[in-house]
């Protein structure tokens, strides 16, 4: 099936700090979803991004789909960022379900 | 509150009880799915029902009993667990239906129910 591989696993910021996160794929996709999952275990959806680029207030992704990876962006950091971002994706050929990731886990200290 | 609810919160059972995990949604949507959430490990997909089918099972042991009665309710029946079974269960809803589900099947997730298994 399709291997998702994101960086870093872990990551420490000081209130304000921007930051990007990375998450690689193996095939070609259909789907790829990016998610926040906060300190009480939500996952909340960020963006449906199977290519280009998208932007909601601070956070930004982008999606090469040509080169299998795609970028979260967070500017202005602020401790309610804090907790695990998740990357989904869907492959075109590895079958019809999401594979996530294993998470970066983000720290926003004040 | 996604649109997505899930009931208990919280669930602590011993090894011999039977307990259910209930899911709602409010969305419309035509696609539910149960998810496990162990310790250091990415979401795993359990079962997937579309337009109350079951589409999928993830060789998920025979402990889990899925039900779906339509559209909008998705329960996971629990008997005889194992402590390592341990876990954040998350139930999904997504708009897509049918078998291929590709293409902008957007995952709503509830809040989901951590079980602890004595």
Same mark, same amino acid.
């Not at chain 2, 009993?65 to 909008?72: H, K, T, Y």
């Given at each position: 099936g399709i291997q998702v591989e994101q960086s870093p696993p872990d990551l420490i910021l000081q209130e304000g700090a921007n930051s990007t996160l990375r998450c690689n794929f193996s095939d070609s996709v259909n789907n790829l979803q990016w998610f926040h999952q906060n300190p009480w275990g939500q996952l909340i959806n960020l963006f449906y991004i199977p290519s280009g680029t998208k932007q909601n207030g601070r956070l930004s992704a982008t999606t090469v789909a040509t080169e299998r990876y795609s970028l979260l962006y967070i500017s202005s950091?602020? =401790? =309610?960022?804090s907790g695990v971002y998740f990357c989904a994706v869907e492959g075109e050929t590895s079958g019809s379900r999401l594979t996530f990731g294993e998470g970066t886990q983000l720290t926003v200290n004040p | 509150e996604t649109g997505v609810t899930q009931t208990p919160r919280h669930l602590v059972m011993g090894m011999t009880n039977k307990k259910s995990l209930k899911c709602e949604q409010h969305?419309?949507?035509?696609a539910m799915y149960w998810y496990k959430q162990s310790a250091k490990k990415p979401l795993e997909l359990m079962f997937v029902y579309s337009l109350e089918e079951?589409?999928?099972?993830? $060789?998920?042991? $025979?402990r889990f009993s899925p039900e779906c009665p339509n559209s909008s309710h998705l329960f996971l029946h629990l008997h005889t667990?194992?402590?390592?079974?341990s876990a954040l269960y998350l139930c999904a809803s997504s708009r897509g239906g049918g078998?291929?589900? $590709?293409?902008?099947?957007v995952l709503t997730f509830g809040a989901g129910s951590r079980l602890t298994v004595l």
């Amino acid at each position: 099936g399709i291997q998702v591989e994101q960086s870093p696993p872990d990551l420490i910021l000081q209130e304000g700090a921007n930051s990007t996160l990375r998450c690689n794929f193996s095939d070609s996709v259909n789907n790829l979803q990016w998610f926040h999952q906060n300190p009480w275990g939500q996952l909340i959806n960020l963006f449906y991004i199977p290519s280009g680029t998208k932007q909601n207030g601070r956070l930004s992704a982008t999606t090469v789909a040509t080169e299998r990876y795609s970028l979260l962006y967070i500017s202005s950091s602020q =401790t =309610t960022d804090s907790g695990v971002y998740f990357c989904a994706v869907e492959g075109e050929t590895s079958g019809s379900r999401l594979t996530f990731g294993e998470g970066t886990q983000l720290t926003v200290n004040p | 509150e996604t649109g997505v609810t899930q009931t208990p919160r919280h669930l602590v059972m011993g090894m011999t009880n039977k307990k259910s995990l209930k899911c709602e949604q409010h969305l419309g949507h035509n696609a539910m799915y149960w998810y496990k959430q162990s310790a250091k490990k990415p979401l795993e997909l359990m079962f997937v029902y579309s337009l109350e089918e079951r589409v999928e099972n993830n $060789s998920v042991p $025979s402990r889990f009993s899925p039900e779906c009665p339509n559209s909008s309710h998705l329960f996971l029946h629990l008997h005889t667990l194992q402590p390592e079974d341990s876990a954040l269960y998350l139930c999904a809803s997504s708009r897509g239906g049918g078998t291929g589900y $590709s293409g902008a099947n957007v995952l709503t997730f509830g809040a989901g129910s951590r079980l602890t298994v004595l």
